[in-house]
DNA sequence: TGCGAGAGCTATT
DNA sequence: AATAGCTCTCGCA
């Protein structure tokens, strides 16, 4: 199957996804649209539902590197909960600069929620701005909130 | 190639 | 406040 691309809107940015059936191969924040469309998950999340976006794969997770571990343990963050860098270290009994490294490189974010760890102290790093890191924190924690979506 | 420094950090002096 | 710890990447020779 063909790798496919597509955007939707999220606040003020745009969120282009590119997958290929149900492995999402790459995902990033941008101030301009693309044509296309997105996974109906992606989406809905991007319309404020808690929908668990875990479920879909990436091809972060196909691998079985150290980084590919980070990522699964990072997935395993429930939607509109928070980790902190060192959590996701010592459970991938590595460092948590490792755990930074693995998140500035996430090819999928929203699927590797890496927007859910944070420093132990501030809301850490995001590329490409941390407005986004704080919004998707602010929604989540809306969307968990209410009972309806 | 090969070495050194620094990255979306943190716990420990 | 300074530093070591861990892995990966980039720059420079």
């Known amino acids: 199957m063909a790798i496919v691309g597509g955007s939707c809107r999220f606040g003020l940015w745009y969120v282009h996804v590119w997958w290929d059936g149900d492995v999402v191969h790459r995902v990033r924040f941008a101030e301009t649209g693309i044509p296309g469309t997105v996974p109906a998950p992606v ?78 102290r501030g809301i850490g790093g995001f590329s490409p701005s941390v407005e986004i890191k704080e919004a998707l924190l602010a929604m989540e924690k809306k969307g968990k909130t209410r009972v309806k979506g």
Do not use: K
């Open 43 to 120: 989406l809905q999340y991007c319309a404020g539902r808690p929908v668990d976006l875990s479920r879909m794969n990436s091809v972060a997770l196909e691998h079985d590197s150290l980084f590919s571990r980070i990522y699964r343990s990072v997935r395993d963050v429930p939607y509109g909960a928070t980790a902190t860098y060192g959590a996701i270290a010592s459970r991938c009994g590595t460092a948590p600069r490792v755990v930074g490294r693995a998140m500035a490189h996430n090819p999928t974010p929203l699927v590797i929620p890496c927007h859910r760890v944070v420093a132990a």
